[in-house]
């Protein structure tokens, strides 16, 4: 199937394009009122990303309503832990919590990397489904969370604000940690390499929490895994690159690293600015952001200013992929979301004038 945009893939390689491509972090969710009835119909948030019609209904929801140049596999990045049985529950309003945390070198030694086309078939199944029902509409964004970022919800059992559990394991069984983020890195990579071969035709790591860590504790427990994946994902298919993006939240001191691992490009949050972060990777690696998602809680017209000023902060030329700089907020108005895609539509092409 011939892909009748390849805007974003073509940004992600730094060729030519004649607009800004663009897809949101958390695209189909519960700002969209499309998507809380389907919700609402499918029972759990897990019995949805379960369900493959709906999984790749609510997909298609934010495409139906944006010119968006990607769509993103509905799903989750819990899947994995949820894989490895520690049995993930959403309780309303608190997000994500597991049965069984890891709190103990017995727990770990206990865990294995799940058989992603076995184990996972369900994510599978909706990845090819979505691509089928995409017919080349624009590409699909597979992706999963980083060995770190996983790690933390596996050793707090829950979303955390000061990570001390996970934290203290790291600083007090540095070898306890590594073992399980050694299992994660290998289950990330037989996770996202099953995608591909489903049809996905990019894939992001979500190292959503690499950021609360020191730099030499960065390096050694969420990046050296980040990297470890890059190096064993399927990078060609079909005759086309499938290109990695890596996306560290709160991640700007270390874009060189990043930029190192061998990703095609890197995901930044708006504490960075692009300008710099241009003219400190933008010859290796593509880069998407970063629009404060709460920007969307302006008027039209300073969300216009805020796009405006983002593509000038690139500047000219290819390499740029907008995004907002995390998932869009459930509070967001719809409609804001059109002046964002109507701004970016009417400003960008002057950005990629020959
Ligand atoms: O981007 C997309 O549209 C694809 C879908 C997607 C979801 N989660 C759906 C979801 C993606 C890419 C994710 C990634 C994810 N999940 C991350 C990394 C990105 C980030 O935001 O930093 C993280 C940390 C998670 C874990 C997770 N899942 C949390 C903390 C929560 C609860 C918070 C919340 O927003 O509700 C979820 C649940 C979740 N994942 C929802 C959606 C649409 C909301 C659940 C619902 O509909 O009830």
């Known amino acids: 199937m011939e892909l009748k945009n390849d805007r974003f893939l073509r940004a992600l390689a730094r060729q030519p ?17 499309e998507y809380k009835e389907v919700r609402a119909q499918a029972g759990s948030f897990m019995d949805l990303c379960r369900d493959t019609a709906r999984a790749c209904e609510v997909t298609l929801q934010p495409l139906e309503r944006y010119p968006l140049d990607a769509a993103i596999l509905f799903s989750d990045i819990l899947t994995i832990p949820d894989a490895m049985g520690l049995g993930l529950y959403f309780e309303t309003g608190e997000g994500p919590k597991f049965r069984k945390p890891v709190r103990s070198a017995e727990d770990v030694a206990a ?25 080349g509409r624009v590409p699909l964004i597979g992706f999963s969370g980083s060995p770190w970022t996983l790690a933390t919800y ?12 996970v934290k203290g394991m790291l600083y007090s069984s540095p070898d306890v940690m590594h073992q399980l983020l050694d299992t994660l890195a290998t289950a990330v990579t037989d996770y996202l390499n099953a995608q591909i071969r489903a049809g996905a035709q990019a894939v992001q790591i979500f190292d959503t929490w690499g950021g609360t860590l020191s730099t030499p504790a960065y390096r050694e427990f969420s990046l050296r895994y980040m ?21 560290t939240k709160n991640g700007g001191q270390w874009l060189e690293d990043l930029a190192d691992t061998g990703a095609d490009a ?29 920007v969307l809680f302006a ?56």
């Open 154 to 165: 596996m050793v707090e059992g829950a979303s955390s604000k000061d990570f001390r559990h």
């Open 299 to 354: 008027n039209p017209s300073a969300i216009r200013a805020e796009v405006g000023r983002i593509l000038d902060s690139y500047g000219h030329g290819p390499g740029h992929i907008f995004n907002l700089g995390h998932g869009i907020s459930q509070f967001t108005d719809p409609d804001n979301v059109t002046a964002f895609m109507e701004a970016l539509h009417e400003l960008s092409p002057a950005y990629h004038a020959q």
């Open 111 to 135: 865990l294995t990397a799940p058989d992603a086309e076995r184990d996972l078939d369900y994510v599978m199944r909706a990845v090819s489904t979505i691509r089928r029902e995409l017919n």
């Open 17 to 33: 394009v004649d607009r800004t491509p663009v897809w949101m972090m958390r695209q189909a969710g519960r700002y969209l009122p």
């Open 266 to 294: 890197l995901g930044l949050d708006w504490t960075t600015e692009l300008s710099s972060a241009r003219s400190r990777v933008g010859r290796k690696v593509a880069l998407q952001g970063n629009m404060d998602p709460n």
């Open 227 to 247: 990297e470890q994946i890059v190096a064993g994902l399927i990078r060609e298919q079909d005759g086309r690159r499938v290109p990695v993006i890596l996306f």
